[in-house]
């Protein structure tokens, strides 16, 4: 995979092993990481220890988001998407998918910066409640991370901060947005979210209702939610199922009517069942992480991160009597002449 930049950008809330020197699957302090894009995976040694290096750490992904301004997105400087992974992912999995997802964008014409937010997930599906209940403990770390990221606002940055979560990193957004209500600093201070897009979301759908008091606190501070929704997720079947089915997954059955009125669903089955697996990127089981590779959902998710087209409209989307549809389509052949004057 050709290297977009020379480094890749992590916050992590793995503990690090005094034995082995080597992050585990415990939840520990917060590290911001800068590892080289022929690395592997993340390891200690590619953390900023001093206050100074972290600074320059977010300098970095500031200038690097600013530099390369995007014509076809409403955001004047630059764009930062910060992807939360799910449960059962170990650091290489971690890597490859934000490697593959940074390219995938920017073949597709996105020019932002993508950053992980790593926390502690076994590699074993045995770990499932315990990766849950690390994902809570962790959850207020990501909003920690994202207000530094945005502390350039007060100088005039205007630099956007975007989230995709898979899987269980629904749950760490929302969970963290909602622990963010609590915490006294961060909910007076004034952050704010641009796009939050969840594929393959483990999270109740009614969670996900306008009246649900979890979510309230990410509405509040989001200005849109993309649903990604695929009713073959076989994952999420297991997930509802460990549920006794008294929970359906808001990643395998979409948005629940009475949603609020900032979300939009996106039903990807119909063009999944299109997709050949033994010829698509493969980066853990298909059929709940086929997102990351495509390039279908790279230039739909390109396009709502940007924000300049309208959610109904976005071309790689098709309005049906369901609902909106994800389908194989080109951007705007002239989209980026609309601005001329």
Known sequence: MDCALTFDYLISTRRIRN????????PGAISYLKVPCDAPVPTPEHRLTTQ???QQWL????TLADGDCNPNSVSPAGDVLVFIHGYNNDLDIVMRRQRQLAQDLRAEGWRGVVIGFDWPSDDSTLNYLEDRLDASKTAIELVRGIKVLQQGQQQGCATNVHLL???TGAYVIMEALAQAEKDGELFRSAWRIGQVAL???????ESLRADSQWAQPLFNRIMRLTNYSNPFDRVLAVSNAKRLGTAA???RVGLPKSSHPKAVNVDCGEYFQTIDPSTAVRLGTFNHSWHIGNRVFARDLAMTLEGAISRQAIPTRRQTA????LQDAPRPQF???WELS
Request: aromatic share 2%; charged share 25%.
């Open 322 to 325: 369901q609902g909106l549809q």
């Open 59 to 62: 300098d970095e992904v500031r």
């Open 19 to 26: 034995k082995t020197n080597q992050f585990d699957a415990e």
């Open 165 to 167: 979560g898979h899987s």
């Open 199 to 205: 594929i393959g979301a483990d999270v109740a759908a």
């Open 335 to 337: 989209q980026q002449l």
């Open 249 to 251: 997954r808001v990643g």
């Open 52 to 54: 100074q290096a972290r």
